[in-house]
């Protein structure tokens, strides 16, 4: 079968080698006659598979003892709600950083939170300029730039905008903003494990699965234990981080085959050299994209400032709609697909997740050079 070239922003490409070992065991898994699916996850059989994704996960980004690893459901969106329901008291604050839409989307849903709690949260920086559909996100701010309201419940940011192309850290010169002992919240669902991370500086770091480690159906938050100590008793318990915590996310039933997936994913990830050995391969294809950009700045324009390009993101455009059209036909003719930017904004996305094949860029940077050549 011919491997399609997946650059869908998500859900989107999986390793061939973990798709492969599902298929090898999707009807008799460890030999028991059935599948993983059809496994209680109060099983042995399945437990193992759970344990054995906690353990690369604690593995590949050295968590130590002093964070949980999670696994929920209802996608980064529920998160968006479920981190104000857990953090915020009343009177409380929560801070806000905003790079693009999904920061947008976040502070907009811990205002609605807010209301209910009598708490408040507060915009410590926007990098958005223009309103409406004019609205553009091309930066991420300073550190000197995000205003943290002392003693806050926690600092929100989102690492990497799958929209906008903006990413935290993707260069040296835009860290992570500092909260002074605010505790650092951060959604990494598009460049969770795309790079070695130092988790001891984070409160809670939280990924949507679906873009760069597994199916959709599956968030991965890995969250110090003095938050999960702190965070409200008076909400429901499905949505305490502490009753999840304490199950080992097994309180009800998880999303068994997508935990499945994300351990074959990990373990594919310690096979190719862990995580610096996945920087170095995702910071090359990036670095080859842009460079094609760059060298054809009169057909190509990226919007978004060189030090925080996304290395998982690459948007540009061309000089009209109609060569966007064109150039997104021609890669489909080719056997790639994704590439068309998100409807709010427009112009060309090249997702480069971890599972994105180094060729697969090679194609790609080869067609956007004829389209350039033909001006």
Not at 128 to 146: C, F, I, N
Not at 206 to 217: E, F, L, M, V
Request: charged residues 25%; glycine residues 8%; hydrophobic residues 40%.
């Amino acid at each position: 079968m011919a491997r399609t070239m997946n650059f869908n922003a998500g859900p989107a490409a999986l390793p061939l080698a973990a798709l492969e070992r599902a298929r090898q065991e999707l009807t008799d898994f460890a030999g028991s006659g059935m599948s993983v699916m059809e496994h209680s996850h109060r099983g042995k059989d399945y437990e193992k598979v759970h344990d054995e994704a906690i353990a690369l996960l604690r593995e590949l980004l050295d968590v130590r003892d002093t964070h949980e690893v999670l696994f929920l459901q209802g996608g980064a969106s529920q998160m968006f709600a479920q981190i104000p329901m857990n953090l915020l008291e009343e009177g409380s604050v929560a801070d806000y950083v905003v790079t693009g839409a999904w920061g947008e989307k976040a502070l907009s849903e811990a205002k609605a939170v807010a209301k209910l709690f009598d708490a408040d949260v507060h915009l410590a920086c926007s990098t958005g300029t223009g309103d409406g559909k004019e609205k553009s996100y091309v930066r991420a701010p300073l550190p000197s730039e995000v205003n943290v309201t002392p003693r806050a419940a926690y600092l929100h940011v989102t690492s990497n905008e799958t929209i906008h192309g903006v990413e935290f850290e993707a260069d040296a010169a835009r860290p992570f903003p500092q909260g002074g002992g605010v505790p650092l919240v951060v959604d990494m669902s598009s460049d969770f494990l795309w790079k070695k991370l130092d988790v001891s500086r984070f409160g809670l770091v939280y990924a949507g699965a679906q873009k760069n480690i597994g199916p959709s159906g599956i968030v991965v938050a890995i969250v110090s234990k003095e938050l999960v100590a702190k965070g409200r008793k008076d909400i429901p318990k499905i949505f305490q981080l502490r009753t999840h915590a304490e199950n080992k996310s097994l309180y009800n039933t998880p999303p068994t085959f997508g935990v499945y997936m994300v351990r074959n994913v990990l373990a594919w990830l310690k096979e190719q050299g862990g995580l610096p050995a996945m920087e170095a391969r995702n910071r090359q294809k990036a670095a080859k994209l842009y460079s094609v950009i760059d060298a054809n700045t009169g057909f190509f324009r990226c919007p978004v400032e060189k030090q925080i390009r996304s290395v998982m993101n690459v948007v540009f455009r061309l000089p009209s709609e109609q060569q966007e059209e064109a150039l997104v036909a021609e890669a489909k003719k080719r056997g790639m697909v994704g590439l068309k930017g998100h409807r709010s904004v427009g112009g060309i996305r090249v997702s480069t997740y971890n599972a994105v094949e180094p060729a697969w860029v090679d194609a790609l940077c080869e067609l956007m050079q004829e389209f350039a050549k033909r001006g």
